[in-house]
């Protein structure tokens, strides 16, 4: 099928060091999962990128990669065009991949997050001096946000999209080297995963509970999105996020005698919102409970965890609902002098809490699906200028990382070399 496939394109791929199964294997799947590209030498360019993020290597920028499959400056301005400017739809590739996997790993969870990557130079579209979690520190970086569904017997990410500072959205020489197209705006980091998450609620894939870091959760506006949108989650929050007890009263304020314009229709709360530290600080000794759950690998914790009912204190809308219910999470491990975290969760009321822990716990397995989606496949290698270039290499290691995925989660299959 290699052979074929290069063929019809007149691409060659002379692929070394991989068993023939093996290889067999990984073109039947790219020949699946880019099957909605147009063009022929684009699957076949797909396909020989994809061999070489996956070839062992320390770089995994084009000029080593090519240099690595045995190429030459034919093969190199050919991926480099692949990537950089050929109109191929990422979308539909990443949508298969999803498809694909998501079919044999049957995600429990949906996990937002957002990754730094180290620049030198001002060019690379989104670069500047910011923080980045990842790195643990301000760097001159690139940041881009991802979606991974993540199940008992793998990861996949769902898509990567890059951030755009404003200054580079205002910027339009900037954008115009970078070819950023006319309509990618500046938004938040939020608001770039609720769009990851809507894109792939639509997609013929298990939904599965959202989870994210406090700078995900501390989001007011991305959790009224996803609740307003049907998907559950499961949200690390800080200690100074707001919501209203479980007796808070909402109703519409009576109008004043002899007041003009139109008549109040907001509901209002009586009583002030309390800040979720304030709310577990005043917990009895009771409503803590050592809870065991299990991590992905099946090993047995247990930690103590209180739940806790309260109301969204949530901007509340003009229909005259009373903001939604939801699920205060904190943990107080043994030996520790206080909480050490929160979540906030409109999973519904009758959840076991033991499945709201191990959600709770599980969104720390994005940290070894970068390491190896940086490690072994190079995310953060690509060295190209071009905005739509970025997210092409983003989504191949995507598919490469969905392969990997599979071989892995068939113990009857002899691994990739």
């Known amino acids: 099928m290699v052979a074929a496939i290069a063929a019809e394109a007149g691409v060659d791929v002379e692929l070394v060091g991989v068993a023939p199964e093996v290889m067999e294997r990984l073109a039947a799947y790219f020949a699946d999962v880019t099957s909605g590209l147009v063009r022929s030498e684009q699957r076949a360019n797909a396909l020989l990128y994809a061999r070489g993020l996956m070839e062992t290597g320390a770089r995994k920028s084009l000029e080593p990669i090519v240099a690595r499959l045995g190429g030459g400056s034919v093969e190199y301005e050919a991926l480099q065009h692949f990537l950089a400017d050929s109109p191929w739809d990422s979308g539909v590739v990443v949508r298969a991949v999803a498809a694909r996997v998501c079919a044999v790993i049957e995600p429990e969870a949906w996990v937002l997050d957002d990754t730094g990557v180290l620049k030198d130079g ?36 769902l898509g990567f999209r890059l951030y755009l500072p404003e200054e580079w959205c205002e910027d339009a020489e900037r954008r115009c080297k970078a070819k950023i197209p006319d309509d990618v705006e500046f938004q938040t980091k939020p608001a770039i995963g609720g769009d990851l998450v809507a894109r792939a609620a639509g997609w013929r894939i298990r939904r599965a509970p959202v989870l994210g870091d406090q700078a995900y959760g501390n989001d007011a506006k991305l959790r009224t999105r996803l609740h307003g949108d049907g998907i559950d989650y499961v949200l690390s929050v800080g200690g100074e996020c707001d919501v209203y007890e479980p007796s808070t ?10 007041s003009r314009g139109p008549a109040p229709s907001a509901l209002r709360a009586d009583r002030e919102p309390t800040s979720i530290a304030a709310l577990v600080a005043g917990l009895e000794e009771n409503a803590w409970q050592s809870v065991c759950f299990r991590d992905r690998d099946g090993k047995q914790l247990h930690s103590r965890f209180a739940f806790v009912r309260v109301i969204a204190a949530n901007p509340v809308d003009r229909l005259r609902q009373a903001p939604r219910e939801e699920w205060v ?49 190079g995310l953060d290698h690509y060295e190209g200028r071009s905005y739509l270039g970025f997210h092409h290499h983003c989504t191949i290691v995507t598919a490469a990382h969905g392969f990997l995925t599979l071989e892995r989660a068939d113990p009857n299959r002899q691994r990739p070399a």
């Open 329 to 377: 999470i904190a943990e107080w491990p043994e030996g520790h002098d206080a909480p050490s975290d929160y979540w906030i969760s409109n999973l519904p009321a009758s959840t076991e809490p033991e499945r709201l822990a191990r959600l709770a716990r599980l969104r720390w397995m994005i940290e070894l699906d970068y390491k190896q989606l940086k490690g072994e496949l």
């Open 122 to 157: 001002g060019h690379s579209p989104g670069v500047k001096r910011q923080y980045s979690g990842t790195l643990g520190k301000t760097g001159n970086c690139q940041v881009t946000v991802s979606l991974h569904a993540v199940g008992s017997k793998g990861t996949v990410p």
């Open 249 to 258: 009263v909402f109703a519409v304020p009576q109008r004043k005698p002899g």
